[in-house]
């Protein structure tokens, strides 16, 4: 059965559930997961995990994100982007040193008010559901994380091309409408491409076309996701055992941190924390 990660560049139109629902048929896999949804309109890094690599996904969507998105000022719609109903329309006189200096302003740690156009629940109910029936309710402000905020180019006379490095559960069509309510003329976010999720960049990137050509030999292994974390090989099969029955490890020598566990044939065991000389799984990847 296949297991891996797949990092599809997702094409416009699609809903993250509907490619995992594509490659599903294509691979023959029922547990397909994605690792962070991109709205419909937005393009691009979509990591997606197969078989027992679905265990992975939360480490996904919890990671950073990377978007190049296209701000239109003096625009206001209803779902903070262009596939909405346009609310408001208002003249455009900030220059681009106006719009850099906005930007510097949502640097760090910022407070966001979801959409009501989004999956977030209030009361039970999902706020998307909400909105079609032309209700709107309050939402509590969010924290988030803006790392990066860089004006790249100006497209026109009031679109604006910019990059954003965040944490999970940022919303960049409200960051455009925030951006537009400060520079006093509104904004919608007009493009959206995703660079980088969890890691993975677009250089990584495949198409469904190419899946449907290449099946499961494009799928990456699991431990793929964990690079940045040091390796560590199990040195007795006395070892490899405690962890495959799920107890600690004893081992003065390991300093503090976390670890990639590989055991004696080199197969990926676990994500493992060793804290004090004792080794404990965050996560176990192999099999029963």
Excluded at 4 to 16: F, L, M, V
């Amino acid at each position: 059965m296949p297991n891996g990660i797949i990092i599809i560049d997702k094409p416009a139109g699609w809903t993250s559930m509907d490619v995992c629902a594509k490659l599903r048929g294509i691979l023959r896999e029922k547990r397909v997961g994605h690792g962070g949804t991109l709205d419909p309109m937005a393009t691009g890094v979509l990591p997606v995990f197969v078989g027992q690599a679905t265990r992975a996904v939360e480490f996904a969507e919890n990671s950073r994100k990377e978007y190049v998105a296209g701000l239109r000022l003096g625009q206001v719609t209803n779902t903070q982007d262009i596939t909405g109903e346009t609310l408001e329309t208002h003249p455009v006189t900030v220059t681009r040193a106006d719009v850099e200096a906005a930007l510097t302003r949502f640097l760090g740690d910022i407070q966001q008010i979801p959409p009501m156009y989004s999956a977030i629940k209030v009361g039970g109910q999902k706020l998307y559901d909400l909105a079609r029936k032309g209700r709107e309710v309050e939402r509590k402000p969010r924290p988030v994380t803006i790392y990066e905020l860089e004006l790249l180019e100006q497209e026109g006379e009031t679109d604006f091309l910019f990059r954003c490095v965040c944490s999970k559960g940022t919303y960049i069509r409200t960051l455009c409408h925030d951006i537009g309510q400060l520079l006093g003329c509104g904004g919608t976010l007009y493009r959206l491409r995703r660079t980088m999720a969890a890691g993975f960049t677009l250089d990584r990137a495949v198409s469904i076309e190419d899946v449907q050509e290449q099946g499961a030999s494009l799928l990456l292994p699991t431990d793929s996701l964990f690079a940045e974390y040091p390796v560590l090989l199990l040195s007795s099969a006395k070892k490899e055992k405690r962890v495959r029955c799920g107890n600690p490890i004893a081992d003065a020598s390991l300093s503090d941190g976390i670890y990639r566990v590989y055991g004696q044939s080199r197969d990926f065991l676990c994500l493992s924390r060793a804290e004090h000389g004792t080794l404990t799984s965050i996560k176990n990847f192999f099999g029963a």
